[in-house]
């Protein structure tokens, strides 16, 4: 058989188990509280067919999973209008303020290439701000009196953060700080990000930062809609007025 004729009938081949796949709902479209599964995400326990691979989630006794780098996030909610992603670390405990995310989380995590966004230019463009905000949680070896330091000693003294010492220090919680204006007396122990509303000059209490972190934070997968839009040129973009912009064609001098 002629080569593009072998390619025509694998076209057809895999379009008839989409269609198969769809219609007989085999893409499993909710778990838990959950009920907006749809492309992109797909569940583990699918068929291949259902959505793309980069964004799979797991349902696993009945809350849907996200595993991020080495995260694991539990899915709040998912808003195909904007293109979001609701989750918080699986190791927050609502109500109790001692409870920390399994692991660090910040801006520095994400990469371009990565399937979801939550600091890069784009999708600051596309919401008028960046969709998630970081909090840090920081040991100093001195009392700080600044309102950029929120105490935190109460909730996180007896929690084992990395090489903690018994010697006398203090723990605080400062929101989107800049880690260039860190005090010298003061580490980084751990950062984990928070929704965008989060504003760090009107909370007085850690109680009320630890409810943020509870409730978690929003990814957008903004990347995989702006490349599957723009396919076939060369990059994407967002407008000022919130429209995806596809750059020059593939294959075409400019
Ligand atoms: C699963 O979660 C949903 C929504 O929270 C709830 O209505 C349902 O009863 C749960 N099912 C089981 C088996 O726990
Ligand atoms: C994010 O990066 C930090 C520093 O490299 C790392 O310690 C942490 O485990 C990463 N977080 C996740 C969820 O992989
Ligand atoms: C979820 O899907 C329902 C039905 O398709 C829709 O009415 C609702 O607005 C969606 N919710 C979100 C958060 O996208
Ligand atoms: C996306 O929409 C939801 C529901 O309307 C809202 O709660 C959320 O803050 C929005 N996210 C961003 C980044 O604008
Ligand atoms: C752990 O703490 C001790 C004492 O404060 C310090 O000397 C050591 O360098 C620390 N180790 C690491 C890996 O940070
Ligand atoms: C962080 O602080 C440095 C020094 O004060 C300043 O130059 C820089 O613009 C700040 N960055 C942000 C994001 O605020």
């Known amino acids: 058989m002629p080569k593009d004729h072998l390619l025509l009938l694998l076209f057809f081949v895999l379009h008839q188990s989409l269609s198969i796949a769809t219609e007989n709902n085999q893409c499993t479209s909710s778990c838990g509280e959950v009920t907006n599964i749809s492309f992109p995400f797909r569940l583990k326990s699918d068929p291949k067919i259902c959505g793309d691979s980069k964004y799979e989630l797991s349902c696993l006794n009945n809350r849907t999973v996200l595993s991020l780098y080495l995260g694991e996030y539990y899915v709040r909610h998912i808003d195909q209008t904007n293109y979001t ?23 520095g995590n994400f990469s371009y290439q990565d399937p979801y966004s939550a600091c890069d230019y784009d999708s600051s463009m596309f919401y008028g701000r960046e969709p998630s905000k970081t909090v840090s949680i920081v040991k100093c070896t001195k009392a700080v009196d600044s309102r950029l330091y929120i105490d935190a000693s109460s909730c996180l003294d007896g929690v084992e953060l990395s090489n903690f010492s018994s010697t006398r220090r203090r723990i605080y919680a400062m929101v989107d700080a800049n880690v260039s204006n860190v005090e010298t007396a003061c580490t980084i122990e751990l950062m984990a990000m928070t929704p965008w509303w989060v504003d760090g000059t009107n909370l007085r209490s850690y109680a009320q930062i ?5 409730y978690g934070f929003e990814l957008s997968w903004l990347p995989i809609v702006g490349k599957m839009h723009c396919k076939g040129h060369y ?10 912009q596809c750059g020059s064609k593939i294959g075409k001098n400019f």
Do not use: N
């Open 85 to 107: 992603i609701g989750v918080a670390d699986v190791g927050m405990r609502k109500g109790d303020c001692s409870s920390l995310p399994r692991l660090s989380l910040s801006c």
């Open 210 to 214: 630890h409810e943020q972190m509870v």
């Open 235 to 244: 990059y994407w973009g967002i407008s000022s007025k919130r429209q995806i």
